[in-house]
């Protein structure tokens, strides 16, 4: 069971999201006590350094594949580790919480939608679970009220959520083809390092304003690591591994879980309330990605000559 790569490839994608549902917890304690850009970059500062401790010797022997596939990690660094956070962070002064979460829960969608375009064919399957997921992840996000949908305003900010999801698209998408001979830990090395320098001028922009602090505590610190190992190193690691495995579109149809998860944890965590709406909307996420699975059928022709 475990030497099969689409098998492994969902768990990595499940665990991933798992660690990334957690993060919003997280989110919610910290709010107020670290700004958003700075918790980005020391999370991100945290992953190198552990990065560091174990990957540099192999990093090096890598060097001559990994200057050949240094494009693909270029654009990883920036879409995941630069622009994404400073984005949702930009787009949140904006827009609604609820406008974020609708555009957020795209991405699966634009995964898809950037496969077909690369010429990677989708079956019909594909597209149908994508699209219960989808409406499902919608209801949640709505609380049940699909009518709250119809009057909703966009702005700068709805458009700056939605660069974000579809730069986390491309970022799965460049990664889904790895070269022989170069490892997951090169290649987070470097986009995370890269990614950082890319990030200087967005923590340069949120410490000139005078109100931003951080309240040093064990909440904050606690946020730190837990992000900083969680949400960057391991679960990044994960998803990498998940892309090449399973590929974009099926890791991205796994993606879909995790509004489900966050409301998951809020109630054992936060003490969120969990109700009829959360239970609709996980059967039909967990629907369509079970029917996103499905094998296609053979035209009865080939069937027969078989």
Request: with cysteine; aromatic share 12%; charged share 10%.
């Amino acid at each position: 069971m475990f030497k099969d790569p689409i098998l492994m490839g969902s768990i990595y994608a499940f665990l991933t999201t798992m660690l990334w549902s957690g993060n919003y917890v997280v989110a919610r304690l910290a709010v107020g006590k670290i700004p958003p850009i700075t918790l980005g970059a020391l999370r991100w500062s945290v992953a190198l350094l552990l990065l560091c401790c174990f990957a540099l010797p192999r990093l090096k022997r890598e060097w001559p594949i990994a200057k050949r596939f240094m494009i693909p990690i270029l654009v990883a660094g920036l879409t995941a580790v630069t622009l994404f956070n400073p984005l949702c962070y930009l787009a949140a002064a904006s827009t609604s919480a609820l406008n974020l979460s609708l555009i957020s829960v795209t991405t699966p969608i634009f995964i898809v939608m950037i496969s077909a375009m690369l010429g990677e064919r989708q079956t019909a399957n594909t597209w149908i679970g994508s699209i219960i997921a989808l409406i499902g992840s919608i209801y949640l996000v709505a609380e049940g009220q699909l009518g709250r949908l119809i009057g909703m305003q966009f702005a700068v900010g709805d458009v700056l959520m939605l660069a974000a999801a579809i730069g986390f698209a491309v970022y799965s998408m460049v990664l889904r083809k790895i070269p022989d001979g170069l490892s997951q830990s090169s290649i987070l090395t470097l986009m995370v390092f890269f990614g950082l320098i890319m990030l200087v001028p967005f923590l340069g922009w949120e410490w000139s304003k005078p109100e931003v602090h951080i309240e040093f505590s064990g909440l904050v610190i606690f946020s730190v690591i837990y992000t900083g190992v969680g949400n960057s190193l391991i679960a990044w690691w994960l998803w990498n591994l998940s892309l090449e495995k399973a590929g974009p579109t099926r890791a991205g149809m796994i993606y879909y879980s995790m509004p489900l998860l966050s409301g998951i944890f809020g109630y054992f965590f936060l003490g969120e309330a969990i109700g009829l709406v959360q239970l609709i909307s996980g059967l039909m996420i967990v629907g369509g990605i079970i029917w996103s699975s499905r094998p296609e059928k053979k035209p009865l022709a080939a069937a027969e000559a078989n």
